[in-house]
Every structure is written in C-alpha cells, then in structure tokens.
C-alpha cells in the first residue's frame, strides 16, 4: 500500500514558477514509476510527465515539453514537479501516481492517487 500526498500549489501569474511536491509513505518507494497528472473543470484527467523508479527515465507531454521537469528523491520517498513558464492553460488539480511497472500515460493503469492540489495561474 502507498499512500501519497502532494503540496505545493496555490495561485500563480503567468509566466511564474511553482514547484509541486508529492511525499509518499512506504520503503519500497523506489519501485514504483510516479506520475503527475492534471485535470480541469470540465475536462479529462490528462497524463502531464512521469519518472522511472529508478529516476534515470522520464516522459512528457507535448504540452509541458520544456516547460515542467520531474525528478525524485527515492531516500526521501519525495517527487517534485518543477513547472516554469506557466500559463492559464496550466491551471488545474494535479494529481501525482505510482504504479509497479513502467511510465504510462494512461491514468487508469496508475495503482494509487494523492488527493490532487490546486494550481490556479492568473493571466
């Protein structure tokens, strides 16, 4: 079982930068690839970047290529999500994911979910 639990968001202006945190509980932390999600009112759970366990793979979306990095601290059994650049299109709950086998874009293959913590980018 994996417990997680994201931090971080709050209102931004276009342009700026946050940093999301997801802290997870459990020593097995290195096995499981994570994943950070989003979603807006209205609209579908979108896939937004995810790390290998290991921390030495990472995948983007199109949308946050260049923009958002991904890293992992497994000692600390911490993710963050660096997202520079930001614009209203970024604002949503983000979610971060872990799952046993490797990245994946499909948020239904994900075995467990944070809370989500709201990011809101005013232009």
């Known amino acids: 079982q994996v417990q997680l639990v994201e931090s971080g968001g709050g209102l931004v202006q276009a342009g700026g930068s946050l940093r999301l945190t997801c802290a997870a509980s459990g020593r097995t932390f290195s096995t499981y690839a994570m994943g950070w999600f989003r979603q807006a009112p209205g609209k579908d759970r979108d896939f937004v970047i995810g790390?290998?366990?290991?921390?030495?793979?990472?995948v983007y979306s199109d949308s946050v290529n260049g923009r958002f990095t991904i890293s992992r601290v497994n000692a600390k059994n911490v993710v963050y999500l660096q997202m520079n650049s930001l614009t209203s299109e970024d604002t949503a709950v983000y979610y971060c994911?872990?799952?046993?086998?490797?990245?994946?874009?499909?948020?239904?293959?994900?075995?467990?979910w944070g809370q989500g913590t709201q990011v809101t980018v005013s232009s």
């Open positions: 790390i290998t366990g290991s921390g030495r793979g990472t």
């Open positions: 994911a872990a799952r046993r086998s490797g990245v994946t874009k499909q948020w239904n293959e994900y075995d467990y």
